[in-house]
């Protein structure tokens, strides 16, 4: 699940989450607003029984995947757009 609210300016808050434990183990949101570098932004347990992330971004398009432990890659399917490159978001 993907949740986006406009700040002051041009800058929108994502939030990305998963549920705590699907996948298991430590799971990153690696993109090109990151330069794709797992650790760089890892979500975090919530008591909600959720994890989450969230970054600031600006205006334009962005590729994302989830990379969990063990190498596992993930989509997200409530991204604008899922192809073979993976999630995108149009902001």
Partial sequence: ???RNKLFGNQTRVT???????????VS????FNDWQPGRHE???RRDGTRTVTVRLGPGEYRFRY????????????ADA?????SRLLL
């Avoid at 899922?82 to 993976?86: A, N, P, R």
């Fill in 82 to 86: 899922v192809d073979e490159q993976g």
């Fill in 67 to 78: 990379l969990a432990t063990g190498g596992v890659w993930l989509d997200d399917e409530a």
């Fill in 16 to 26: 990305f989450c998963l549920p705590r434990d699907t996948p298991p183990g430590t």
């Fill in 1 to 3: 699940m993907i949740k």
């Fill in 29 to 32: 949101v690696v993109g090109c």
């Fill in 43 to 45: 979500l975090v347990g």
